[in-house]
């Protein structure tokens, strides 16, 4: 199976995607959580997309597609993945086609992850993540144990974190590079015939997931493939 994952910045594409990982035998790819990693590695990568990460502007496409080319040409890869965070503009979405059509492959579906501006800029204010293990948490709609979080249910109770471009003015300008930006892509998957809609307004993950599933069962995906 191969997936992408559209939807504004908060949508939930992160977290939906994990599960699909974990249920489906596939990679997760978000190339925000790779740029992530070299930030806090101090990388030259890192310091090259350091100012985009923390004004919320995208990257340049050129350095973006070339990482993402990269990490499919990984061997976990073999048997498909699901791209979350990427394609995010019209020249990504065809430069990834053009990457696909080289290895023969192609996507099976593009799920449009669906939630209203408003709710966006609420769920991101609440987001929090673990910097150790990086499980994602929402003080409103996901919160961690009362008694705080630990790592895969062990060890010490870890402090969590907000991401440094969670805050409400960077999130507005996300909002905007969605729309002015990522949105043409939905229309573009929409014109392939694989865009399927997931409206998630007032849901929580769970009920998300139940639609995610029966999107992927109709177009074909089996568990652990
Ligand atoms: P995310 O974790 O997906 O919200 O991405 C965080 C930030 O990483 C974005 O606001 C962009 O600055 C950058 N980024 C992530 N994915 C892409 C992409 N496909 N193209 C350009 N920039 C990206």
């Excluded at 504004?8 to 599960?19: L, S, V």
């Excluded at 061997?75 to 503009?89: E, Q, T």
């Excluded at 974190?161 to 960077?170: F, L, P």
């Excluded at 999107?215 to 089996?222: C, I, P």
């Amino acid at each position: 199976m191969r997936i992408v994952m559209l939807g504004a910045p908060g949508a939930g594409k992160g977290t939906q995607a994990k599960r699909i990982a974990e249920i489906y035998g596939i990679p997760q790819i978000s190339t925000g959580d790779i740029f992530r990693a070299h930030l806090k590695q101090g990388t030259e990568l890192g310091r090259q997309v350091k100012r985009y990460l923390d004004s919320g502007e995208l990257a340049p496409d050129a350095l973006t597609c070339e990482i993402v080319a990269d990490r499919l040409g990984e061997n976990d890869c073999a048997n498909g993945y699901i791209l979350d965070g990427f394609p995010r503009s019209l020249p990504q979405a065809q430069a990834l086609d053009r990457l696909l059509e080289g290895r023969g492959e192609s996507l099976d579906v593009a799920l449009d992850i669906q939630v209203a501006d408003e709710q966006i800029v609420e769920r991101l204010s609440a987001r929090r993540f673990c910097p150790v293990c990086g499980a994602v948490f929402n003080l409103k709609f996901s919160p961690p144990p009362p008694d705080g979080h630990r790592c895969g249910g062990v060890g010490p109770v870890v402090q969590l974190e907000q991401r440094s471009d969670d805050n409400e003015e960077t999130v507005r300008n996300r909002l905007r590079v969605y729309h002015e930006i990522t949105e043409p892509i939905v229309t573009y998957y929409r014109e392939k015939g694989i865009l399927r809609e997931v409206p998630a307004a007032g849901l929580d993950p769970n009920e998300v997931f139940e639609r995610i599933e029966e999107v992927l069962g109709e177009v074909g995906a089996s568990r652990g493939a």
